[in-house]
């Protein structure tokens, strides 16, 4: 599907939310070309006759590394909305992340795909009993891991959203009775003054692992850490949020390096190949979320579509490890790059 | 608006002669592409509830970086003119540059937004006295600083206006009757041999602080500390002199460690957005100039227009403090760049 | 010819089959891309009143260092198939290898073109007996040497096909009846178990020089060394296998390096021209592989377009020779090409 | 006048010849791209009130650095031909080239434009007499410098001649009668043997001093400074020869330091604006030589449009030693380029 059939069928509105980035929208491209720069150097005449696209996060195996990243609104792109990626995760292994601006509630997301490795993505609000709130919920209904997103203290300058006027018409956790909001009106919600100090708080009421999204500096990185935090996820908000930031791609190997094992790092930002899944874990990640690639496929086929595009990509990455010699992706290093 | 729009609006020479470079344009595009270029780095966890986008130039405390540049033949964007910029200028807390090209006179400037911070821009013409008298009114009518451009020895190459033969219909200071005049019957009362040794005179005249506007390499920036300036506008005027010199972006850094804090460094050219504004700062500037998009916004409508470019512009660079992890514009230096 | 009138020619499928690559065909671009981003600088007042194109390979003095790369499936592109190709190489004495994806017998092509130089490509199989069959099939016939193809473990992920289901309707060694079958079933019987040990099997059977192709990286190339490989082929299957693997004008330099003359090395993958022969020389290849323009020409006029191929590509870097002053082949170094 | 235009006035074969280049033109794009790449670093506040843009070459002072570059059979350009160009670069003080493929005979030119200064520019025949005649016509009729073109050992691969079959008809002092002949029957009658020591007899029969043109390797630039070459054109033919060879603007400076002052440089291929006339000087350059945009001058509007090409160069070059603050175009040197 081109841009215009997505457009025909979401609306400019919805359209225009998910597909977009801030500003220019550099960053946006840039996230996808950062990892097609990067060259692959295949090895041959290794027994690839079985693959292992396994790695281990948060001290779990997973049979690969594919996470679905959390986004918001997903029945403004499909009826079937989170549920409906959340059994697509269920029926492809990979785990799913359930974003704090879910049109569907945690409670009903668990119980439609009661299987998927669900975790919880979490936004601190001003209000912060809110963010409690969904925390003891995710708690409840059996997610396993507490993604705080920090790299959005105030909404990105999305050009799209203010000439679409897009508005959420869904019932939220944050809006439950689903009037409709502009984005403007839910970002104005984020709470603006949380510091590292405030992540404590968050790490005693998750009872599970906890990490910290939307970093793209080694230092905060090192302090992610420090601060206890089980996993990093080196991303940039999809490019959604300040045009002409760095691409994770380029941000990983620093972060890499400056964790140097004591916290999983994770990567996300314009992985659309089985390939760029591979790169990332030469470049260290342990695992990488994929975002729109999923909503595209959930707003073309529902829950079906959200599966074909997994599917294809876990397929893409088995051919990878294979063409690349090398049949266990933990294996994966920086030697299957060049230079 | 598109430029077929501006056109339609402006007629060719209007349009051709604001929209212009020199030469093959090169420079002109280059102007926008190297800030673009540039990629942000930023910090997360970082209380940034209430920002601070305020600076100092020339020993005062400016609210925000962002001065409108001196732009010649106003009226032929809008009837409004530079009375109507300076007052968008005022409304928005911006400083405003008045240039020596005006169509307005530097007494019903200033009558129009007594208001306003704002700056005169000064051309030494071969006619001593012609200049002279330019920086009395500015004095007299409370202009703050004089801005003398040095990048104007000779008009530089500019296709479209030979295309176009557009000519200036308006009253000039230096063409009161305004009968009408090409561009380069205008640009040929510069004064090609003013030297290093003629600013002393200007400064002694002027009684305000002195920035010298158009210096591209550090040799010269030091000249111009030597020579007693306050300030120094990096600048290649737009890309409308010689094309396919360096940009301002570009030439900024070197030029900020010859000064090494001896004066104050503005830079223009190509600034475009919020995050531009950023970019400058973190590479050492105190200010930076933005021109025709403030020219755009008038020509659209204008002071109205002039006003929402302006108040965009500080919107989006509020965001990019908030998002860079920067509440202070003070503090952002190299450190939120990456390599 | 273009894309246009050769899809009206051959159809979607096969058309996409030969032209396609894997994924984005971002390496199947950057193929061709690489050998034109080098410069040649070239030396003059040297007499090039005779030139002389011969190379040394596999101990046998070559008048041109052009090969037909061996390429699947050629009735698909002219009724002429491998025969007609192998003619077009006897007529302008380069050398012909034969894919075992033939569609056209080991057999028949040697009757066809009994006096050109050919050698036979090998594909491992999951049965292994079909392969040694192939072997000793290009033993009987008078091939002159095995060119093991170990770049394709599995097949490449071509999407093209995924589109067209373009499939083989031609009888094949490994498919005698002709039964239609799509690549990705011919695929299937390629045997991913392949390793270093097993070459010996191969070289012992062939009983003439085994060439390995497919190899990207110095280890390998050293391996290849290490088992007795006469021969090198850096390749990355023409962009067909695993997208944004290196390109071969990058890859060869450390290859050529490493191997330090104990094995001859070739090189293929978007060599269009003849100053691309001449370039891979330079940087040390012995010899080329061109691969879709012999096959363009086979489409456009049969046997004759092959050959017109063929004879442009020797014109072109006789040409080459005369221009860049060094009338010998052999000479060729890195002293005519810049940095 | 676009290309369009062009081929509507010209004929797609007399057009192709002029505008084309080797192969697939990357260097014919590359020799415009490499100038315009080159950034300059304008001086301020200098006397520019008068500019001096005359150099040194061959001991003989020129009022500026433009020299028309020797180019073949202009009346195939317009019916003003040769003659025309050369009054042109009489009118403008620029030094003229005639082409040894001129369609007009050396004798002719003198006549038509006695005034002007008139260099002749040598290839070598098979038929060595051919061309010592050539030379002795040249002396006869008050030509001032002899340059041997040295990258003409055989044609180039140029696609459009092979294309549109552009023969010749008019008359050559190689082909008196004008009978038609295609470019490459014209060119088979080049001497591919020619090397360093042919030079010598030519230089004795010049009595005049001696130029290389076509050197882009500081080797041979050397051995033309050994031979006793009084200059060197470093040139690649205006990417008619070999594709992809380096452009004239990077080979430029290793030429420079290896001449170290022994003999007079010269430069050409791409140059189009006044601008690039100072980067050439600014590299080492002694003078540059210009061709298609004359061709193409001459082309529309004879003499006349000949001469106003070369008089907007003129202008640019004025404007740019203004700009630039370096008044005298003999100070230009590496100082005014960045990096
Ligand atoms: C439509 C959309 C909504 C998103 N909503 C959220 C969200 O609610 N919480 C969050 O942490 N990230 C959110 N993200 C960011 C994604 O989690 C992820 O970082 C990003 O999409 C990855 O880039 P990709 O889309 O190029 O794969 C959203 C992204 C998109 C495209
Ligand atoms: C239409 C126009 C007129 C200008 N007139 C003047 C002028 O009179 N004096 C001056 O110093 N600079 C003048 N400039 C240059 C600007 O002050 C400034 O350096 C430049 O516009 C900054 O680049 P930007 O337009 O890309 O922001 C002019 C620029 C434009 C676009
Ligand atoms: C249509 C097609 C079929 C191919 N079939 C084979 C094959 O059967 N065996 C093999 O080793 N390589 C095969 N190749 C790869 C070529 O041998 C060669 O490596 C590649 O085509 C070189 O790149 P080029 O086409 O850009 O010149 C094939 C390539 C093409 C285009
Ligand atoms: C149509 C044409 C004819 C040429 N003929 C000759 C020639 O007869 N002798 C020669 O030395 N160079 C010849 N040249 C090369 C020019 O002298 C010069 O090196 C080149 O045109 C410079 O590049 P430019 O056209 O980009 O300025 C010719 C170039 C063109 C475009």
Chains 1, 2, 3, 4 share one sequence.
Not at 11 to 24: M, Q, S, T, V
Not at 68 to 86: K, L, W
Not at 212 to 217: E, P, Q, T, V
Not at 254 to 268: E, F, I, K, Q, T
Request: overall charge negative; aromatic content about 6%.
């Amino acid at each position: 599907m081109d841009d215009a059939e997505l457009i025909a069928l979401l609306g400019e509105g919805a359209h225009g939310y998910f597909a977009g980035g801030a500003g220019d929208e550099l960053t946006l491209r840039d996230n996808e070309a950062s990892w097609s720069r990067i060259r692959l150097s295949p090895q041959v005449l290794v027994d690839v006759s079985s693959r292992d696209a396994s790695v281990t996060v948060l001290g779990q195996r997973l049979p690969h590394p594919v996470v679905v990243a959390p986004m918001a609104y997903q029945r403004h792109a499909h009826e079937d909305g989170e549920s409906g990626t959340a059994r697509a995760a269920a029926a492809t292994d990979s785990t799913f992340v359930l974003s704090s601006q879910s049109t569907t509630s945690i409670a009903d997301v668990a119980a439609a795909a009661p299987d998927a490795r669900r975790w919880f993505q979490l936004y601190v609000f001003k209000d912060r009993q809110v963010s409690l709130d969904l925390v003891a919920q995710a708690r409840e209904h059996g997610y396993e891991a507490l993604v705080v997103t920090v790299d959005f203290p105030v909404g990105g300058w999305r050009e799209r959203d203010r000439r679409t006027g897009f508005s959420v018409t869904h019932p939220l956790a944050i809006n439950p009775t689903g009037e409709s909001m502009t984005t403007s009106e839910l970002f104005a919600m984020h709470d603006p003054s949380l510091t590292w100090d405030d992540i404590g708080e968050f790490t005693d009421a998750a009872g599970m692992p906890l990490l910290l999204k939307g970093i793209l500096r080694p230092d905060d990185a090192e302090r992610a850490v420090d601060v206890g935090a089980a996993g990093i996820v080196v991303s940039n908000h999809g490019g959604r949020q300040l045009d002409t930031v760095l691409s994770g791609a380029d941000a990983l190997p620093p972060v890499v390096d400056a964790v140097a094992g004591r916290a999983d790092v994770l990567v996300d930002g314009g992985i659309r190949r089985g390939w760029d899944v591979a790169k990332a874990l030469c470049l260290g990640a342990d695992a990488v979320l994929v975002g729109r690639p999923v909503l595209w496929g959930l707003a073309q086929n529902g829950q079906a579509g959200a599966e074909a595009v997994l599917t294809q990509l876990h397929d893409e990455l088995d051919t990878t490890l294979a063409l690349l010699g090398c049949p266990n992706a933990r294996d994966l290093d920086a030697s299957f790059l060049t230079r």
